[in-house]
């Protein structure tokens, strides 16, 4: 009869599934491949999880209010496009950075007038917004590479004290988020509007500007993501972002535990499941694993993260 309360500690143990599969995972490549503990290799998987940890972040916080953005990859496409002609056009960079933000979180404003304002689903009318955005950053690109020079380098490319630039931002945004879920009221109206969204209203809740204000920031969030891959990359492209990077982001923040349905959102989960996406990434192609079964196996192991994910929290459940 001892085991039995042994794993029940187990299963409340917070993110314990993710923590076991990423565990699995990293043992497993550095077993088989040398070259994944090089600092070099584990700078590039921190550099490449950076941006899609802000997108990440900001849709974990409107997620947990009940709503859905399918288009900041998108979104993202677009500043990192915008931001690359006006830099190759000789802005400057401090003008080039707020444009693309105040852009990027007018589309999110949109989005969210959108979804308030009439009766299409977000699901709907963000996956809309995507294909639209995807459409106008390739017009803005003309369909080519345009190339930044050495600007915004050092952003993506630096180190403070060995650690990536990328990263700092990325972790300050996910602090910021992880505070204001936990500590502010913003982010207990958050968690009411994503529980109940009726009883928010009658609880005296303002839902229409809580939503708008959350659209606006997962924008801006989207924006900043973008503004983060230009300087890594050092260029925009065709291919830059857009849903495939929307969906990698979506996927990072369901398996880290927080609900589609609203009302339960973890800053840290979404953190790990982020991590799990990008050392799964990088195994796979240091292990020389065929592209043609990375989207497998890719997809298996998100699979198992979520059944163990959905056991642990019934068997945390009182």
């Known amino acids: 009869m001892a085991p039995a309360p042994r794993s029940g500690a187990l299963l409340r143990i917070p993110h314990a599934g993710l923590v076991a599969v990423l565990v699995v995972v990293i043992v497993f490549t550095a077993l088989r491949a040398d070259s994944f503990t090089t600092s070099q290799n584990l700078l590039n998987v921190l550099r490449q999880i950076s941006v899609n940890a802000v997108i990440a972040g900001g849709l974990t916080l409107l997620m947990t209010a009940g709503g859905m953005d399918f288009s900041m990859g998108s979104n993202a496409a677009v500043t990192t496009a915008v931001a690359a002609q006006m830099l190759s056009g000789g802005q400057s960079t401090a003008v080039t950075v707020v444009v693309a933000l105040l852009l990027a979180a007018v589309v999110g404003l949109v989005n969210g007038l959108v979804v308030t304002f009439t009766n299409v689903a977000p699901f709907v009318a963000t996956l809309a917004t995507a294909m639209l955005l995807d459409g106008v950053a390739l017009l803005v690109l003309n369909g080519m590479s345009v190339t930044i020079g050495d600007k915004m380098q050092a952003l993506g490319n630096s180190t403070v004290a060995g650690v990536p630039w990328l990263l700092v931002v990325a972790v300050l945004v996910l602090l910021a988020i992880g505070l204001v879920m936990r500590f502010t009221t913003f982010g207990r109206d958050a968690f ?127």
């Open 192 to 318: 009411a509007m994503g529980g109940n969204e009726h009883v928010a209203r009658l609880s005296g809740i303002n839902v229409p500007a809580r939503k708008l204000a959350l659209y606006a920031l997962a924008g801006a969030l989207a924006g900043l993501a973008g503004l983060m891959l230009l300087s890594r990359l050092g260029a925009s492209a065709p291919n830059t972002a857009g849903l495939q990077t929307q969906l990698t982001a979506v996927a990072a923040v369901v398996i880290g535990g927080t609900s589609l349905a609203g009302g339960r959102g973890t800053v840290v989960g979404t953190a790990l499941g982020v991590v799990l996406l990008g050392v799964v990434a990088n195994a796979l192609n240091l292990l020389q694993v065929n592209s043609n079964y990375q989207l497998v196996v890719t997809g298996a192991v998100l699979l198992v993260a979520a059944v163990i994910n959905g056991f642990q929290r019934k068997g945390s459940t009182p």
